[in-house]
């Protein structure tokens, strides 16, 4: 039977000479967390301040507590994809009958927790009974419990339950129960695993499950209660996430699953099976939560940052499989005796030690005087992913280029969780503004009451943040410009037709008063009759994708709304010859691809914004209110419609 620790082979005398060396390759990821630190502390002035540790704990938080249940299927050999969506889906589940279905608080919490072990059994059905691979039998629970969340909440994100959002805040003011329910379900994890019978039957499967199942081991059964466990951790994880934005939101922990499975294997366990720990996997959450935010705070391109987190990872894994080389071999599960328990103890007490001598000597190093905090501003988009907002972040750069000073600019891959992250680690450095283009608006406002807590002024730009003060407002208007587009579409068709509609990505404020603006303006055309709403995502692929789908029931459709030029660009491409002529499209954002189409005519307009002018104003407000300076509320910059006639004339 395999085991989750591992002993030296080399004698004493090998042991008396590799000292320190060895007891730091015994435990790779443990080292690479340290390193990972003294790097971090050397390059960033404020990556070891009080309140940036407490971040960093607070963003580990839920990688940590998926991983913990990840741990469990992957001692056993399998895999679990679905961790994200089922978090997900607990969350919007816990919110839904909450508030729309008024079930008590208390029992809404126990059906959360019951549908994450519900996700968890169906995987063990079908992988021990149904005989999937458990990659096939999860990758299929991913998309379920992400279409239920979708289902469930209708796309938008539901309020949650002061009562339980409480998780998401602080005790006394200054520890966050995120990372108390972190330590606790990292604690019950350590427990199951080396002290209950279910965790000695996870190594046993892990190590080899034909000889498990014939010394009398109950393999099915076993899997099945070790995927509900993984489903139960899913579910506890999105309460967690969900308080923490105080919004259930049915996109939330997308690819969160991939962090789950690659903090457990930095921690030191075998995809293999048979090996693995709850301490390890800790660290493994850790180094990958220290990564991100020394990366933010070190202004390090958000493209760059993917890059060097892959790297990491993979120097961090093959640190660990070079240590197994050096000569470490596997110990009988259950026969680690005192010494090595206290070897381990004496591990961890060195690791503290070592921190504890790097945080004295970078605070000398730095003198506790961090940068100049009016000459740095942080601006958090919701994607780098789509040229409009890459064009915020140019007119943003132009402008603090202009003004000399330093712009730190993070891409939250619309994942209102990764920009919750951003936003704590601006406030814990040394800036003077900060600029945010919320995922969503209700999710962004406990990150923003940080920065209010601290003095930090934020400009919020092109979407609002609810439920927390913004020095001001820079934006258009997309209610407006979604009764421009309708009233565009439908006088081009006379009035009369049918015509399809391309929402943007479920839940983002965007999509939600585009759509809102669009059916507003469409009531004064009683003529025009919409057959068919589709979502895309606001991405060119999906676009061409999902029009293409739409002609097979409606081939002879008269015309097309996207809420973003992407997807209109999309839709044109799948009309191929006909659009611009029997088929008019518009798009919305006025990007250089659409104008560009609408001056070849395959697209009739676009309600154009001004992204750079948007960026441009924002860091101008933000630079301004730095200063203390009075600055307005609300800044809009207007929309237009832009057509053929007038495109060669529109600044943009």
């Known amino acids: 039977m395999a085991a989750d620790t591992l002993k030296s082979s080399t004698g004493a005398g090998g042991a008396s000479g590799g000292g320190l060396r060895r007891l ?72 839904w009958s909450a508030t729309s279905q008024g079930v008590p608080v208390v029992l809404a919490v126990l059906l959360a927790v019951a549908t994450g072990i519900a996700c968890g059994l169906v995987n063990g059905f079908l992988v021990s009974y149904g005989k999937l691979p458990s990659f096939i039998a999860t990758l299929a629970m991913l998309s379920v419990a992400r279409g239920l969340s979708l289902v469930i909440s209708q796309g938008s994100p539901i309020a949650f339950p002061d009562s339980v959002s409480h998780l998401g805040d602080t005790l006394g003011g200054w520890l966050p129960v995120p990372v108390l329910v972190m330590v606790a379900l990292g604690l019950l994890t350590a427990f199951v695993l080396g002290r209950t019978y279910i965790g000695r039957s996870m190594y046993a499967i892990g190590g080899n499950e ?34 923490r934005l105080s919004s259930a939101q049915p996109q939330a922990a997308q690819g969160y699953e991939l962090d789950a499975i690659a903090a457990v294997v930095i921690g030191g366990a075998s995809l293999a099976g048979g090996t693995g720990k709850a301490s390890g996997t800790l660290i493994g959450a850790l180094i990958l939560a220290v990564l991100r935010n020394g990366l933010n705070l070190l202004s390090v391109s958000a493209f760059w940052q993917q890059v060097v987190i892959g790297v990491v990872i993979a120097l961090a894994v093959l640190l660990d499989t070079l240590r197994r080389k050096a000569g470490a071999t596997p110990a009988a599960a259950g026969t680690s005796g005192g010494g090595n328990r206290g070897k381990q103890a004496a591990t961890y007490v060195l690791a503290a030690v070592v921190a504890a001598a790097v945080v004295g000597a970078m605070s000398f190093l730095h003198n506790g005087s961090p940068a100049a905090r009016n000459e740095r501003i942080g601006l958090s988009l919701s994607t780098l992913n789509n040229p409009f907002f890459v064009q915020i972040r140019d007119g943003a750069e132009a402008e603090a280029k202009k003004r000399g000073v330093d712009l730190t600019v993070t891409d939250a891959q619309n994942d209102a969780s990764q920009q919750a992250n951003h936003l704590q680690n601006f406030t814990s450095g040394s800036l003077g503004a900060i600029v945010v283009n919320p995922v969503d608006s209700d999710a962004a406002g406990p990150s923003v009451r940080s920065a209010n807590n601290s003095d930090i002024p934020v400009i919020a730009v092109d979407r609002g943040v609810n439920g ?6 820079v934006a258009s208007d997309n ?30 404020s965007a999509s939600r008063e585009r759509g809102a603006g669009f059916a507003e303006g469409l009531k004064d055309y009683p003529g025009i009759e919409v057959v068919a709403k589709q979502p895309a995502d606001f991405d060119r692929t999906k676009g061409l994708d999902v029009m293409t789908n739409l002609l097979q029931a409606h081939p002879d459709v008269d015309g097309v709304f996207a809420e973003n030029d992407e997807m209109a660009l999309g839709a044109i491409k799948a009309l191929g010859s006909k659009a611009g002529k029997s088929v008019q499209v518009v798009g919305f954002d006025g990007t250089p691809d659409g104008l560009r189409a609408v001056q070849e005519g395959t697209l009739y307009a676009s309600v154009a914004q001004v992204p750079r002018e948007l960026g441009r104003i924002a860091v101008d ?17 207007p929309v237009k419609v832009v057509t053929k006639e007038n495109v060669a004339g529109f600044g943009g």
Not at 49 to 67: S, W
């Open 468 to 473: 927390a003060e913004t020095a001001a407002l």
């Open 210 to 243: 034909e000889a498990a199942r014939l010394s009398g081991l109950r393999v099915k059964k076993q899997k099945l209660a070790i995927y509900a466990l993984s489903g139960l951790f899913a579910a506890a994880a999105g309460i967690v996430l969900a308080a």
């Open 621 to 637: 407000n933000a630079l301004r209110a730095a200063e203390g300076e009075k600055v307005s509320e609300t800044v809009k910059v």
């Open 479 to 508: 209610v407006a410009g979604g009764r421009l587009g309708a009233k565009a579409l439908a006088e081009k068709l006379g009035g009369e037709g049918t015509i399809v509609i391309l929402q943007g990505q479920a839940g983002t």
């Open 24 to 95: 730091l390759l015994d435990n790779g990821a443990l080292t690479a967390l340290i390193v990972l630190v003294i790097a971090m502390s050397a390059l960033s002035g404020d990556f070891l301040t009080a309140d940036n540790l407490l971040n960093i704990g607070v963003q580990a938080a839920v990688t940590a507590i998926l991983a913990f249940g990840v741990t469990f299927v992957i001692v056993s050999a399998g895999i679990d994809l679905s961790v994200g969506s089922v978090a997900a889906l607990s969350a919007t589940v816990l919110a």
